[in-house]
């Protein structure tokens, strides 16, 4: 167990309670499994939600690209966002279809995000998301020039304001209902890394680094 | 191709717009690959996103569960949302940093749900919603019954304004970055699913339905 963390009336998880995880330690473990995150914000009270790429430095979330840009659009201050990474760890197959559930780990972070303008902690951000996506992967590439860090939009959530919410294990019925004759378990679901594919471009010579090879995700 | 869609100014891909697909027939089929959305909304002008299933009858989305609950909780009227699903089908490794990627297929859904109250309706949403994660499911399970079917909260989102975006293929470097010396490619990514896993209190006499066995979700 990490550091307590006492929950907001928006991050207190209603919905099966029992299923609400505060623990900054789980929450973090489940961010940095996650390879895309749904950030959510509002333009003309219309939320959007747009998937992309982020990544955790400390207690701050990095997120780039287009969910950033089309955020940036509408404001250059702070804007609120929610930040989503789920999980999904399996179909849970009840008895009755009202139990019918699925496996997941998720967490949520609300907040305000602000863009990341100090060109020394947006390089430092880059290397979160790269490191985020394939570890080892920074080293080898080029790195960014002046242009590319100026035309690239990064912005900062603080992991303030969080929760987690896992479910596992088997499907859990209602107690006479145990007795329907039907099958029932779990379809586990994992998300596979398969072999690499060379670019067609790829000089020959190149091979494929260790850290493509094999790669997991599972930690 | 089916029917021509013209995005509106809040659907159309401003962001990589090569990438914007607005064709409803692709929409649709990475919408029925999916297994969960992510559903946003908006309370006091602060975003939420809430992964949860969902399941598609003609051009209708239907979502329940905890996100409906806490949609409802604040609204009885129709409520604007974004449902975004989001398949993810590789890291596409560059040979500048700048040019890292994933390859995706993403569909976002503007629009305003509202709660289904016809329980004829609420039925057909519930099957779509079982038919959606596993086809076949839903003749092998106890239905829903009436103390049930009011206590689920599932809303309708008609599919008229969206837009898809895809990404495929290699990475795509800046022409003098083909020479610099590094591996690149893609590492693809697939949700796979594993050998069912019996409920612990399973009768014995039930075998693992043909459905659950080697299921694909890959069409």
Known sequence: MSE??????RTRVTREPHRGIYDRAIAYQILDEGFICHVGFVIDNQPFVI????GRAGDNLYIHGSAASRM?????????????????????????????????????VLGTAVA???????????????????PGRWADVRQPND???????????????FSAKVRQGPPIDDE???????????????????????DPRLDPAQEVPLYARNYSRNK
Chains 1, 2 share one sequence.
């Open 51 to 54: 998937p992309t790429g982020y």
């Open 116 to 134: 990341v303008e100090d060109p020394k902690e947006k390089l430092e951000a880059l290397r979160a998301l790269s490191d985020h996506i394939l």
């Open 176 to 198: 006479e209902d145990y007795s329907f004759p039907t099958w029932a378990g779990v379809v586990p679901l994992k998300m596979q890394t398969g072999a690499p594919i060379n």
């Open 72 to 108: 940036l659009r509408n404001l250059d201050q702070g804007v609120p966002v929610c930040v989503t990474v789920t999980l999904l760890d399996g179909l849970v197959l009840a008895r009755s279809i009202f139990n019918q559930s699925m496996n997941y780990r998720s967490v949520v």
């Open 147 to 161: 242009k590319e860090l100026k035309a690239t939009l990064v912005m900062r959530l603080p992991i303030t304001e």
């Open 4 to 9: 307590p963390y006492t929950p907001t009336a």
